[in-house]
C-alpha cells in the first residue's frame, strides 16, 4: 500500500513517483429540491519517475460505484466510454478535466455541498492504494478550480 507523503485532504498528495494535484469535483446539481445522483471528479497525476504506473480503479464510500470514463467518438458521436485504467508514462502528466478524462460517482448517498470534501482511493498499478480528498466547489467555480 501507497503511503502518502502528506495528508489525504492536503492539495498534494504523493504516493511513490506520483503527484496528484488539483482533486475537486462540482456540487451535485439541485433541480426542484431533487439533488443529481452523479458527481464528476477531475485532477491531474503527474508522473516524476522514470516507469509507467496506471490508474485502474477508484472506490468512494459516498457513492454506490465509481467509474473512469474518457470521451471516445467525434462530434455528435461523441459519447463517454468506461476505461479499465488510465497510464501515466514516465516524466508525463496526466488531466482529468470536463470534456475528457474524469471519474464519475454513481448512487451518491448524500449531496455534497461547496465546501465540503469527498473521500477517494485510487488504486494504481504500483503505487497501490492512494488516499485523497476532493474539494467541492459550485459548478460556476469548477473552472477556477481547475487553473
Known sequence: MAMAACAPHSRVVRAG???????????????DSLASTTM?????????????????A???HLADSTE????????????????SGV???????VR???GGRHIMLEGLHSA???GDSVALVLTFSRAGAV??????????DLADALK
Do not use: C, W
Request: proline share 8%.
Open 68 to 83: 473512469i470514463h474518457t470521451m471516445a467518438g467525434e462530434g455528435r458521436d461523441r459519447h463517454m466510454a468506461t476505461v
Open 17 to 31: 513517483d506520483l503527484r496528484i494535484t488539483q482533486i475537486v469535483t462540482a456540487a451535485p446539481v439541485v433541480i
Open 87 to 93: 497510464a501515466v508514462a514516465p516524466g508525463k502528466t
Open 96 to 98: 482529468f478535466r470536463p
Open 112 to 114: 455534497p455541498a461547496p
Open 40 to 56: 464528476t471528479v477531475y485532477l491531474t497525476i503527474q508522473n516524476t519517475g522514470q516507469v509507467a504506473d496506471t490508474l485502474r
Open 131 to 140: 488516499p485523497v480528498t476532493a474539494r467541492v466547489v459550485h459548478l460556476d
Open 58 to 60: 477508484v472506490t468512494s
